[in-house]
């Protein structure tokens, strides 16, 4: 048996290298494990052996009067893709019109914190998180409100002839913002943006500034610094940005049935639907599962290219 | 041309500050709606000041329960995740075990997985199991998701963590358990903190899985969902503004004690 203060010699000996984090004890072999066990044990309970019983649920076939049996119907995969590709389409554009928007949109605002803000920046980031503790849904009503058709901004709009522009981009359809596309793509733009703005914050962060002034000594103007040493230097909290915004931008259904129409219904309207109201569980099933396959594949392609020919 | 060379210099300043205004401005909506006198049952378009709404909060039928029930589900949540995580987060950072590529890829995968993936599919197994949707099922989901952002806070903190404290606190003959609850503990509890506050936000707020989840019971968030389809009551921003101020004030004030702390430690 060991004891505890046998294992510190390290801390003992004045003239030793600085000590290496602790080996774990022998007489506590089984500690990690039954630390992890509860944990863990509810992760494969709720979230593992449920995404199995969808596998199933995805090749069941039946009604719901006489009961769903596995059937190997491969086909309601074939079925859910043909049937409702343009709600995969439009999830994919939105959620990627929104990420880019957000990365647009909240990366003035996390250069402006990290490095403009001085002793104003505690304050702008408790902004910045501060909304997060109203409702999602009630903050999304809230642009019903200022979309509303006829409201001081779809008229400024207007009059800007901005409206035109976009109903010849077709997201929007003549004076109207709500219920089309775009009302949708700024909603989710809006659902997520603390999601891009934090990580792009902490790796800018990290940036030590005198990188900059050496850019500038080197006669770099500020545009050329931007480009060659702070946006590379902050690619990691670009992709975990664009990352955390768009998986759940894609499976989202609820900004575009509050601020959309039945012309802009997303993947997750779908399974929604089929799951809570039609009651076809293995179209549902089959539909999630296309969801997260395209998503993973996305994002590993993704992580991939961003990591081959940005990162290093 | 100064003012030109000024725009210039400050351009980022402006488009941050325009990002802040988008951020912010449907919160300014929900407070200056708390005030309105809808006409309709819909309050999307302002009408008449008037305080109504502020005097009695709780004057639209089954809302005040959605949120009790929110809260009580949230702080249920926050308590299971936060034990839970924090048993993962210590056996990740301070022991060696097999598996422990796929425990940390089970403890990503519900952060990376789009929310109505996990939604139909925890509806998948309790329909199997033939379990009875409601309040039970909300908080084993709740748990669920919450998890591996607790295990992600403490983790960092756990990490960042000086081991030669609790080798220091063994040198002056305490034992495991006195080292882990008089040092151990106090330095990790910022980031056990940390994913408390988060596990309480993510529960209290979260709509997509607890709709998939909940059967006939109804949380906040699932009443909000409601009335958007029935009429939006006033009541509705009341809570939406509370709930604000009551955020941001709690950092302020958070932030105070800390510089406080600060000031007394110099």
């Known amino acids: 048996m060991t004891t505890p203060l046998a294992e510190a010699p390290p801390a003992k000996d004045p003239e030793g290298p600085a000590p290496a984090p602790r080996k774990p004890r022998r007489r506590g072999r089984l500690v990690p494990y039954w630390l992890l066990l509860p944990g863990i044990l509810w992760l494969i309970v709720f979230f593992a052996l449920p995404l199995v019983y969808q596998a199933s649920t995805s090749v069941q076939t039946g009604s719901l009067e006489e009961g769903f049996k596995v059937t190997w119907h ?35 605002l996390a250069y402006l914190i990290a490095f403009r803000a001085g002793r104003w920046r505690n304050v702008i980031l408790v902004l910045v998180i501060a909304p997060f503790f109203t409702s ?20 400024a709009l207007n009059s800007l002839h901005v409206l035109d522009v976009t109903s010849w981009l077709g997201v929007t359809d003549g004076d109207r913002v709500l219920a089309t596309p775009l009302a949708v793509i700024c909603g989710l733009t809006y659902n997520f943006l603390p999601f891009m703005i934090l990580p792009l914050y902490t790796s800018l962060e990290r940036i ?47 900004n575009a049935d509050l601020l959309g129409s039945t012309d802009t219904r997303m993947v997750g309207n779908v399974i929604q639907t089929q799951f809570l109201r039609v009651l076809d569980y293995p179209t549902a099933a089959a539909l999630s599962f296309i969801l997260m396959a395209a998503i993973l594949l996305m994002v590993t392609f993704y992580i991939r290219k961003s990591g081959t020919e940005d990162l290093v | 041309m100064a003012v030109l060379r000024w725009l210039r210099r400050n351009l980022v300043v402006i488009a941050g500050l325009c990002t802040l205004a988008y951020l912010l401005l449907p919160n300014v909506v929900v407070t200056v709606f708390s005030f309105n006198k809808p006409k309709g049952r819909f309050n999307y ?16 039928a089954d809302m005040c329960g959605s949120l009790s029930l929110s809260l009580q589900i949230a702080a249920w949540a926050t308590i299971g995740a936060t034990v839970l995580g924090t048993m993962i987060a210590f056996a990740l950072v301070r022991y060696r075990f097999r598996a422990r590529g796929a425990i940390n890829s089970l403890i990503f995968l519900p952060m990376a997985m789009p ?59 305490a034992g495991p358990v006195q080292t882990f609850l008089r040092v151990t503990l106090p330095i990790a509890a910022p980031g056990i903190a940390a994913g408390a ?52 004030l709690l950092v302020l004030a958070g932030m105070l004690a800390g510089k406080r702390r600060n000031k007394q430690s110099r």
């Not at chain 2, 378009?45 to 639209?60: I, L, M, Y």
């Open chain 1, 136 to 155: 999602f849904l009630i903050r999304t009503l809230a642009w019903k409100t200022i979309l509303a058709d006829g409201g001081p901004l779809v008229g």
């Open chain 1, 74 to 108: 491969f086909a309601t995969y074939w079925d859910a893709a043909t049937d409702y590709w343009p709600q995969f389409l439009r999830s994919v554009l939105y959620a990627g019109s929104a990420t880019v928007l957000c990365l647009l949109l909240g990366y003035p």
């Open chain 2, 115 to 173: 929310e109505v993936v996990m939604a139909a599919s925890l509806l998948t197994l309790f329909l199997n199991m033939g379990a009875q949707l409601g309040f039970w099922t909300v908080l084993i989901a709740h748990i669920m998701f919450c998890l591996s952002f607790v295990v992600t806070a403490v983790k960092a903190r756990v990490m960042s963590m000086d081991p030669r404290l609790e080798q220091a606190a063994q040198d002056l003959y």
């Open chain 2, 45 to 60: 378009s302002w009408q008449e000041f008037s305080t109504d709404a502020w005097r009695d909060p709780c004057g639209v």
């Open chain 2, 197 to 248: 506050l988060l596990a309480f936000a993510l529960s209290f707020d979260d709509f997509i899985i607890t709709n998939f989840n909940a059967g006939s019971t109804v949380t906040f968030p699932m009443f909000v969902w409601g009335s958007a389809q029935r009429g939006t009551p006033v009541q509705i921003n009341v809570i939406g503004t509370a709930m604000f101020l009551v955020a941001v």
């Open chain 1, 208 to 254: 030590d500034g005198r990188l900059h002034e050496a850019a500038g000594d080197l006669y770099a103007k500020p545009s050329t610094t931007f480009r060659k040493v702070t946006f590379p230097l902050s690619m990691p909290g670009v992709v975990s940005g664009t990352l955390l915004t768009f998986i759940p931008a894609a499976g989202d259904y609820v």
